[in-house]
């Protein structure tokens, strides 16, 4: 009981350190489900990537990439509304009937919003949904289209396959293209719950991004979108990641068809850890894999099913949770109203709870 007392109490600690370094790559600074598996195995089985003509690509999607405007209402000294710009973030055109992807941190907050089209055209857009947790929106414009893309099979994704990211940097470098490679698949950052976006199943590339690059398209070779452009690490050189394109299919479709997506809840709080080797064998844990959690919602379905503060959770329905299987990409497998068999460590000992899962609110 006093190692796990010792490791419940490290957690605050290692989550913010699991934060530093690691920013969204936002419209803030300028004046950013449901997870797929881990790609480790599946490079095995995909076919050979094409070879990648960049001017060719970039001629084809161009046009249907946009530079995306987020303005705020505000209340001047006189109690008249004054429309500010918040900032601007990158998206590109999905369908005929004028749907955008991007991310939710370049819409969030905004009142009125505006795209850019490579020619320089400004056009008013709405908003469609946005989703905190997988950090992707939908906003709509009407009118004529200049082009869409389509969105591509991120499982397919090879590591050292050519990609291209067109965005608008800084806000002002509008339709930047960036050429490099892909630079690792399932990459998982579960400690990054923080108020905000889980980023779990992110694709790493070198094609260089910054600020307001956030929302905007990975391409392959044949032209589709393989990834949305979501953060960066600034004290890195080369580490950028994108959220897969089949996350980002689902979650868009959710949005589009009802304005929102729904996330089953277990009921615990963090800070988070993933348990690994590493976290393992600085605490003396007797399980190299898991998930840990610092509360339970007193009023949620953990607690309802005898789960406690400082179990760490091993599974969900017998699938452990380890480098290949987040806890998030196991629970967003599932419904809100399903029961699912939660194992955890309590102490040296093992138990399972069926636990059915919470919805979670759509603030």
Known sequence: MERRGTFAGALRGLAVIGLIGMVALALLGTAGLRPGRSGAARQTTAQPPQAMDAVAVVERVAPAVVTVINRQRVENLFGQDDIQRRGVGTGFIIDDAGHIVTNWHVVNGGNDFEVVFVDGEE????????????????????????????????????????????????????????????????????????????????????????????????????????????????????????????????????????????????????????????????????VDHGFAFTNVDPEGPAAAAGIEPGDII??????????????????????????????????????????????????
Do not use: C, K, M, W
């Open 123 to 286: 056009r008013p857009a709405q908003l469609v949904g946005a989703d905190q947790l997988s950090d992707l929106a939908v906003v709509r414009i009407e009118g004529v289209l200049p082009a869409s893309v389509p969105l591509g099979d991120s499982d397919t994704l090879r590591v050292g396959q050519p990609v291209l990211a067109i965005g608008s940097p800084l806000g002002e470098f509008t339709n930047t293209v960036t050429q490099g490679i892909v630079s690792a698949i399932g990459r998982d950052f579960p400690e990054q719950l923080t108020q905000q976006s889980i980023y779990t199943d992110l694709v790493q590339h070198d094609a260089a991004i910054n600020p307001g690059n956030s929302g905007g398209p990975l391409f392959n070779a044949a032209g589709e979108v393989v990834g949305v452009n979501t953060l960066g690490i600034p004290e890195g050189q080369g580490l950028f990641f994108a959220i897969p394109s089949n996350t980002v299919r689902e979650i868009t479709t959710a949005l589009i068809e009802d304005g929102r997506v729904r996330y089953p809840v277990l009921g615990i709080e963090g800070p988070f850890i993933s348990i690994n080797e590493q976290t393992a064998s600085q605490y003396d844990l007797p």
């Open 314 to 363: 091993l599974a969900i329905n017998g699938t452990p949770i380890d480098e290949r299987n987040s806890f998030f990409e196991l629970l967003f497998e599932h419904e809100p109203g399903e029961t699912v068999q939660v194992t955890v460590l309590r102490g040296d000992e093992e138990q399972t709870f069926d636990v059915t899962l919470g919805e979670r609110a759509s603030e």
